[in-house]
């Protein structure tokens, strides 16, 4: 008779400690999950190229991030940007215009290069529509010659291409496009007489022909004769140019202001003129004065407690006027964070910065956002401070994680229940099943309340910038001291690849043992395709970080 031995005695092999789809490292691949590898070596999950599209027109790639370059991230946009056009370029044109005339994006550069990219490589009726809106995506000379130059890495200068430009100028009132043609004069190494002469518009009105004919030769505007067959502001214009070193003070802000003439316009000595900066500030442009407030500062245009700094602060805080000039909350970041400094960006300019102006762009930048009505629901926001947050965004000098933490207080300032830290990889020990080990390490209280300037907030950001990335800690955290949250809020790049815990994972489990219907939203700083929200779980929203609509998103996705 055949006997069986007996099973050998002796430890089990566990199995599960190898695999487990509850608790995998970040730095393995889940089994059974489409995961994809991110830059640091952790494993998350893919954005779709119509998300991609979304952060690549709003983020754009300029300065690439912490872990890709400029150059190889702009590649992947742009291969995304091509499949797309291919599957649906109408829908990718449409795309562009949308986030392009709601002022979603600081930068309008991304939108004219994929509506260049969608006018040369799509199939005939995407070429049509994307030459047919670029009067709504280009709505500046200096959009046009940005358009003119990605045109040319995408096939350069055919029939349809030199009709879409025709179309541009002849479109236009001949007021406005006189203000453009001498406002934005050249970009890129591009002029208004380049594109002309490539794209030979005809028109039977003879004052616009006139001023194609002004602008490809320009020593016509001596002749006074010629001068008269222009739009007035052209007078102006010469006359700034050609005999403003005769003309007083008095004379050179009546010629400002009786032709209309823009700081473009005028000769480098009037720009040193008080009177003609003073009335130059009358009629300027939100965006313009936005971006002036150092030069008025320090050339003694605005002066405390002068009518000209009141006019300023009245502005930078105007509703009416955010919302009709589409000022994107990046710009007044930026004027907050420059001008807050006393010195330019790039340059030597110097200034004493007005504690009241600071105040002014810091209730604007709150403004930009919209009208955002509370939820009255719990949010924890987790402002990723990790070292690959320190990378700019787009080419400017603030880091992700400084916009990051702007963006948070935003979210604290119109959300009374709320919970702002900052987090990086903390401790070794978090996993589940240890929360009595767990630290602060990871999860550090910023010092941010939310009746505190932007200035501030960004300054302390920026101080706690450190470390390696996990963002499952504010989920753990949340478990481990039993805080109830309705919705986390997640600032990242998505590097994430420190944890022992995923932050799909991490976010399960507190739903299993504090709120079933606890949600995530992943907001993206970067134009990378990843993201740690899972696109197949409802409760998990990915937007794109910077994008003036971003907040009513988020909210809307609360409720």
Known sequence: M???DEPQQGKKMDYSKHVSTKATPQMERTPGRTEVEN?????????????????FLILGSEGGTYYVSEKSLTKDNAEAVIRLIKQDGLRVVNQVVAVSKAGRAHKNDAALFVLAAAAKLGNEQTRKLAFGVLTEVARTATHLFNFAQYIEAFGGWGRATKRGFQRWYNEKDNDRLAYQLLKYRQRDGWTHRDILRLSHPVTSDEQKRAMFDVTCRPEKLADDKFLVGLPDIYLGYHM???????????????????????WEMLPTEWLKDEAVNRELL???PLMATIRQLGKMTANGTLKPMSMETKMV????????????????????????????AGHGFRGSMKWNSDPRVITALDAGFEKSFGNVEPTGKAFMVGVDVSGSMSSPISGSNISAAEAAGAMAMIIARTEPVHFVHGFTSGSSRYGFGRNQEQSLAGFVDLGISS???MHSVMQKVQKRNFGSTDCAVPMLYASANNIMVDTFVVITDSETW???????DALRRYRQ????NAKLVVVATTSTGFTIADPNDSGMLDVVGFDANVLPVISEFSR
């Open 2 to 4: 055949l006997v069986m």
């Open 39 to 55: 830059s640091a070596g952790g494993f998350v999950h893919a954005v779709s190229d119509w998300d991609r599209l979304d952060r």
């Open 240 to 262: 700034a140019n050609a005999h403003g070193e005769k003309m007083g003070s008095v004379e050179r802000a009546e010629y400002v202001r009786d032709f209309n003439l823009s």
């Open 282 to 284: 009358k009629k300027m």
């Open 313 to 340: 602060l009245d502005r930078l805080m105007d509703d009416e006027q955010i919302k009709r000039s589409r000022i994107h909350p990046m710009h007044y970041l930026l004027a907050l964070k420059n001008y807050s």
């Open 451 to 453: 009746n505190e300037s």
């Open 498 to 504: 420190a944890g022992k815990t995923k932050p799909v």
């Open 513 to 516: 043992t504090h709120n079933p």
